[in-house]
């Protein structure tokens, strides 16, 4: 159920999580539309050539990932900051799952943090972060 | 999860008896040894929240020490925090050496003039030789992890002297980094600590140490971990 005010939300509580779609044409397209060329977003062989384990999913494409998630669960949402730790790449191909949970309500003023986690199927994480969001009073 | 205590009661052998009857009078002490907040570079997580987080979610640990990153933190006081929520809060550091990340705990002033804590290329030797000069402890943390753990480095810079514990638990472990450190560790006769290396609220508590005696004071942890008196625990879900 999405959330619509702030009264709603319980120190605690998962949001849904959210599977984001890490293929590498998508991961490629992205790459390409932003600007950032290069092997390591685009091919996975080339990307073995420079060191990773394969072709990257880009930092930002991730946080807007984490974005859709919040967005997913408060459609009304405002996202006032949205931090990010990038621990190890997220790899192109591979299925991966972005979780988040409230640490803090105010109540008083709308606000809760959500601390938020891309973590692989071996469940390690691979980035982690948090983000401060605006929820309507009522 | 691998406490005891998260069992069934008529699951438990007799030393697990024992050890839930120690753990319910206070002899049994959890805590998580390796901590970030706000105050590190790349923590996002406040000490209140940490807190609250243990308590409303009602984790298994009696506490937890702040170790951040390239500092000893002498301003905060948490005395509030852990009486308010009876937590035990205590604080150290993590420092960056040629052979990657190792925990201090037991830092002092006078530890702290002896060398830069800001530095990322201290000597290993040298922050342990200080640390046993000023009653404090050295812990090479994530030592399994390629770059910044200590085994990444043995091959080339040759075993170090003077390590008597690693840390083997790490809540932010990849691949087979636990299991190096822990075969590593094993193979050397070191002793082995658990810490979440927890950034985020959410994180801490998911490795953490076992001790069997009383832990009030960062003078109690130490000692407790110059004397072995400790059991790494890895509390991440599906262990």
Not at chain 1, 57 to 66: A, E
Not at chain 1, 114 to 132: H, P
Not at chain 2, 10 to 39: E, M, N, R, Y
Not at chain 2, 197 to 208: E, L, T
């Amino acid at each position: 159920m999405a959330i619509a005010t702030i009264q709603e939300v319980v120190f605690g509580e998962d949001l849904p999580t959210f599977e984001p779609d890490t293929s590498l044409a998508i991961t490629k397209q992205f790459a390409a539309l932003v600007g950032w060329g290069g092997a390591r977003f685009s091919d996975h062989e080339a990307a073995r050539k420079e060191g990773l384990a394969g072709a990257m999913v880009p930092g930002i494409l991730n946080q807007g990932y984490l974005v859709a998630m919040i967005h997913h669960w408060a459609p009304d949402a405002e996202i006032k900051a949205i931090d990010t730790v990038f621990r190890a790449p997220v790899i192109a191909d591979e299925k991966h799952t972005i979780s988040g949970v409230v640490t803090v309500v105010n109540e008083e003023d709308g606000q809760v943090e959500i601390d938020l986690t891309v973590s692989n199927e071996k469940g390690e994480t691979r980035v982690f972060g948090t983000a401060t969001v605006q929820l309507p009073l009522a | 999860m691998s406490l005891a205590h998260r069992r069934p009661l008529w699951q438990f052998c007799p030393a697990h008896c024992i050890q839930l009857f120690l753990h319910f009078v206070g002899v049994l002490v959890l805590l998580d040894l390796h901590t970030h907040s706000i105050k590190s570079d790349d923590g996002r997580a406040k000490v209140e929240n940490y807190c609250q987080w243990i308590r409303s979610k009602n984790l298994p640990i009696d506490g937890f020490v702040l170790t951040e990153h390239r500092q000893f933190d002498d301003e905060s006081d948490y005395s509030a925090l852990a009486e308010k929520f009876d937590l035990c809060i205590l604080k150290a550091s993590e420092v960056e050496t040629e052979y990657g990340h190792v925990l201090v705990y037991g830092v002092t002033p006078g530890l702290q003039a002896e060398f830069d804590f800001g530095s990322i290329s201290l000597s290993l030797a040298r922050v342990i030789e200080a640390s046993n000069a000023h009653g404090a402890i050295a812990v090479p943390c994530h030592p399994g992890r390629p770059r910044v753990g200590m085994f990444a480095h043995t091959d080339e810079l040759g075993v170090p002297e003077g390590v008597e514990i690693v840390e083997i638990y790490n809540g932010g472990s990849r691949d087979q980094e636990d299991q190096i450190a822990i075969d590593n560790a094993s193979q050397l006769g070191y002793r082995g600590i658990g810490g979440s290396d927890s950034h985020i609220v959410s994180h801490v508590g998911r490795c953490a140490t076992r001790f069997d005696v009383e832990i009030k004071s960062i003078d109690d942890l130490v000692s407790a971990l110059k004397a072995g008196q400790f059991e790494a625990v890895n509390l991440k879900s599906g262990n």
